[in-house]
């Protein structure tokens, strides 16, 4: 997807390269610290952190009491005191009990003192892994809406590592949305350097000229697969994968559509005042003239994440539902 | 000590004057009966030492160093103020003087507070963090959360907790059946003491002894402090829920007045340095309110300036 300078490479999964951008930022910068709930010792409940404590010792790998609402907070209390925390949510669900911190505490603190607040929460995000409906939702439409906050969603490895990477360095509270589903679904040559993915930068992970797919996260692997089978029926399909939705990148994705005059955004998360709404919004404003179709959104029907398999199945987007929304566009 | 008490609550009259004269444009909240606590936990700490304060402390910031005049600016919402007229109160931090003040939210600094803590602790540095919560705020689960955080990591807190009798028109039987706050602390494992906050000088007392604990590495305390809001919880509530024999009573124990009787008979205050001292704070406040009000507010479109720490962030 990326062709850097030549340099080093190695094969990761995704969630190893979530753990080696934070690995690479603990090396270089010392007041890189991580907290959460059984980090430590055990590595966290995906293994995220699995061998740190061993290296960078239990004062900058915390184990922390079961409290949300404590940990985030204490990662705004450390970074206004000039640390840059990394604190871990089990699973993104679990954010809920520290919304209080995130949206009155740490989003507002820059705008009311113009002090940084450089810290990054970690939210093991989306369904797909039989969690039931407290360990599978995709929350970043809680906070799309909070000013202050900036978000990012990755979908591959070397997206994975650099916009850690850029997280950490960021000087505003950064949630770092990382897919369950795509942890070891998803392997990838990266390089092996100090690479970062600048916030704010969407990239095109497959050019096209027919139809534009917005997507980010898990849903840029259903489009990138969906737009495979279009390919064969002719239908040339460009996949925007945003990467970050705060800030987020208006001029690539309103170039796509001019470019190719139709719109498809592909989310995860439940559609009513999803992601994609916003997205459609820009769209239909300001590019509304180049438009050949209207604009479309494949994303979750508003329910909970259900546990049985025919339920969640039923629920969540796919490769399929994406290639059908694709043809009737084409088709338009 | 006792000219701090004094200022704040010439400072908060001074406040309460311009809020009826409609020169404040939001809330106006008074720590009036709070003075003796406020004061004497802010004076245990030095100068390393952080300060979460809540509304009824306002003493805690002139303790610390805050500036009259900044501390006008920033009740008037004016440019040039603390918060450049995005909040108001004591709603603001000044990392120099190590203050880091309230949100709206009761409860929600407490976390924050444990992280100041934590970075103390991870820097090996010796500093304590202090901070406040009231008796219907300390029913918050931040607080716990906070609480179980800090005790597990024998982190350097001290927490106050203000017990004035009402949470907005609650009275404290509506909040807790304990007898005293401070027995909460024995559910972490930490010590908890009450005192009586009228008396400035076993305020002190427990406070120092709390902030020492905390600077040898021992972890948190509670210390609860029994006071009495004696006005609204904020200008526009008249408090007429407050049985006026209770307010009498209190009144007698008006912590100022106490304390001026305990200078007294030390003979460390008279009547002449007495006046000399309240002239001189009730001028300065008077001028910086005349310099404050003078001030324009800030732009309209200054609304849109500083949401993120770096102009690439505004999305």
Redesign the interface.
Known sequence: MRKGKIKPMKTLTYIEAISEGLRDEMRRDPTVFLLGEDIGAYGGAFKVTKGFIEEFGADRVIDTVLAEGAIIGAATGAALAGLRPVAEMQFSDFVANGFNQIVNVAAKYHYRNFIPVPMVVRLPSGGGIRGGPFHSASTEAWFFHVPGLKLVAPSTPYDAKGLMKAAIRDPNPVLYFESKFLYRHVKAEIPDDDYIVPLGVADIKREGSDITVVAYGTAVHWALEAAGKLAADGVSVEVLDLRSLIPLDREAILASVKKTGKLLIVHEATITGGIGAEIAALVSSAAFEYLDAPIRRVASPDTPVPYAPTLEDYVLPNAEKVAAELRSLAAY | MYASMVLMREFEDAILRLYHQGKIVGGAYSGNGNEATAVASAFALGDGD?ILPMHRDLGAHFVRGQSILAMMKQHLGRAGG???G??GTG???D?ALRI?GN?S?LG?????????????T??KEPNVVMTYIGDGGSNV??V???L??AS?MRLPLVLIIENNGYAYSTPVARQFIVDKLSSRAAGYGIPGTTVDGTDLPAVHDACREAVARARSGKGPSIVESVTMRMHGHAAHDNAWYVPKKTLEAWKKKDPIVRFEKFLTDKGLLTRTSRKHLIDGIRAEIDAAAETALALPYPPGEDALR?????A????
């Open positions: 952080y603390l918060t450049e995005r909040d709603h603001y931090t990392p880091y949100i939210h929600a600094m407490l976390p924050v507070a444990c992280g100041i803590a934590l970075a103390c991870i820097r689960g931040e716990h959360e906070a179980a955080m597990v500083g949401v993120y720490a770096d690439e962030g505004e999305n």
